[in-house]
């Protein structure tokens, strides 16, 4: 059975280690520091079709203290934000155009490094759509998309009205249904007719409210959840579903495309296995290299959507090609739960199918690595959550192969999926509210669920063996600029350097002088600011070799 977050953390808290590796002191001493800002595509485009904001931004950064500016140039659609010859240009989002003649990435380089600050561009590697907006190569290109083994859900009111529930934490569709388990559901739309029902987690009818009287959102029940009716489903429930009423749910499984699934909520991910989607990846990191003077190159979603997927005949041949034929497919794999967020089970096969997804991803970032060194030779690095304990439900290894065996459903042969060595930087999501283990009594938290205590768990798990900067999450800090300050060194103490996501928060909130006190940056125009440690490539080899 899948452990829930807070079992994987109790576990994790048991041993939070007390020193960094070696190589942290190392990079101290020579007076190194990763100092990243991530520029989302679509939260700044806003900004970012304007040159002289760009100025404004880039030298606001180096006046901070950041040496490195990550620019995500291929947002989850699959659109990107430079003149390509393979991939469409993002036009328009939320109401926001970008000029025709306009190359986003171009201006963005020539402005940052009139400044000396690197930038590195950031693709969403195995998204090509973006489920909320319906667009992308995957819908065009639907045998693209990953497959996912989930449930049909159908939901049977007492006089036999039956509705497709497919729609988790998300409204309902028209004349529809749809379910809140974890998020408040919202308040109903102008001219929508909703209503809702108190379940508790037995489907027993617990209250119903008519959505004219909604003028807030609505929180789940603490064992139940919230059913929300649109239109002529609101009808239903309504003249149903009295206080104490029963309700039913049926289940099925069933394979279907991503973009179908209610197992992912936003991104629309292709097989990294499909020749088309592996050919188009790899034409858009060549032309990347080939066309502009990109710094460095960041890859994101570079991984399997879920635990659900990949189901594709083409991924089972790939499978059964190196372990043989699985004799119920996908059962003796996995078996998805009646309703999402559940538990699923692990079937026989598990563990070799754990470590068949992380060998692909490692071989794919093998591919990309190639198709950049035969151009020129430029610093990759990763972004990844940080829930190392869990990671195999994506289908990635980023952790040392030192690690012998990190789960016990996997052979020793796991630890060789690992893709540590391919990256010269990793910039896993430490994205916690609270900075420091010290502060966690006061929150009634876990050691572990601190910017230092899983800082120190990442630099545990990759064993020094590459370089690390902890992502923190300014949203987490609202309201909060002294706890953003510490968060930010709480990263900079325990790993190699910080990565600030996302730069559309700093910009609106004004937080420049917030980072630059987080960054121990003297206050003035002709600030020093330290190079990264990335930025001398003979370094990371010298680390590794030396044991560090």
């Known amino acids: 059975m ?56 880039v030298q606001r950064c180096r006046e901070a203290g950041i040496n490195c500016i990550v620019l995500d140039v291929k947002p989850i659609s699959g659109h990107v934000l430079y003149n390509s010859r393979v991939a469409l240009k993002l036009t328009e989002w939320r109401g926001v155009r970008v000029p025709p003649d306009l190359d986003v990435l171009q201006v963005f380089l020539e402005e940052a490094h009139a400044v000396g600050l690197e930038v590195h561009a950031n693709i969403n590697v195995l998204s090509e759509g973006h489920k909320l907006f319906g667009v992308g190569p995957a819908y065009e290109n639907p045998d693209w998309q990953m497959v996912a083994y989930s449930r049909r859900r159908m939901l049977v009111l007492p006089d036999g009205s039956r509705y497709d529930l497919s729609r988790f934490d998300a409204p309902p ?37 008519d959505g004219m009287f909604v ?15 649109d239109g002529q489903a609101a009808q239903s429930l309504e003249r149903l579903s009295a206080l104490g009423i029963q309700l039913s749910l049926q289940t099925q499984p069933v394979l279907q495309p991503i973009a179908e699934s209610d197992t992912e909520g936003i991104a629309v991910f292709v097989n990294p296995l499909h020749p088309e989607v592996r050919a188009r990846l790899l034409a858009i990191v060549r032309e990347l290299v080939q066309n502009y003077p990109i710094d460095g190159l960041v890859l994101d979603r570079m991984r399997w959507a879920n635990v659900y997927t990949d189901f594709s005949e083409r991924t089972r041949a790939a499978f059964e090609a190196q372990y043989g034929r699985v004799v119920l497919w996908p059962d003796d794999i996995i078996r998805p739960p009646a309703l999402p967020y559940n538990s699923y089970e692990r079937g026989v096969r598990f563990g070799e199918w754990v470590e068949f997804r992380a060998r692909v991803i490692r071989d794919l970032l093998r591919d990309i690595r190639r198709t950049v060194e035969a151009i020129r030779p430029i610093p990759i690095g990763v972004y990844v959550g940080s829930w190392y304990p869990i990671y195999y439900e994506l289908g990635v ?100 350097g910080v990565m600030i996501f996302d ?32 930025q001398l490539p003979s370094l990371l080899p010298s680390l590794r070799n030396s044991g560090y």
């Open 2 to 57: 899948r452990w829930c977050w807070v079992a994987w953390l109790s576990v994790l808290s048991v041993a939070v280690p007390q020193t960094a590796p070696p190589s942290v002191a190392i990079v101290r001493r020579l007076g190194l520091e990763g100092r990243v800002m991530w520029v989302d595509a679509t939260a700044n485009l806003h900004w970012l079709i304007d040159r002289a904001q760009i100025r404004q931004f």
């Open 173 to 209: 569709p028209a004349d529809g249904v749809a379910a809140y388990r974890r998020s408040a559901a919202p308040t109903p739309p102008a001219g929508r007719q909703w209503s809702y029902a108190l379940l508790t987690d037995d489907l027993r009818v617990q209250a119903v409210i």
């Open 215 to 229: 003028s807030r959102p609505i929180t789940p029940p603490e064992n139940g959840w919230i059913l929300v009716a």
């Open 397 to 496: 290894n980023w952790a040392s192969d030192a690690l012998a065996r990190p789960y016990s459903f996997v052979s020793p042969e796991y630890r060789l999926t690992s893709y540590l060595h391919d990256v010269d930087y990793l910039m896993p999501g430490v994205y916690f509210g609270i900075p420091f283990m010290s502060e966690a009594p006061l929150h009634d938290s876990d050691e572990v669920r601190t910017v230092e205590g899983m800082t120190r768990r990442v630099m545990e798990w990759t064993n020094g063996e590459l370089f690390v900067y902890a992502g923190i999450y300014t949203l987490d800090y609202r309201g909060d600029p002294a706890g953003f300050e510490r968060a930010i060194r709480a990263a900079r103490l325990n790993s190699h």
């Open 503 to 534: 730069a559309s928060y700093i910009v609106q909130w004004d937080w420049w002088e917030v980072v630059r006190r987080g960054l121990g940056t003297p206050d003035g125009a002709r600030t020093e600011v330290p190079l990264a440690p990335h």
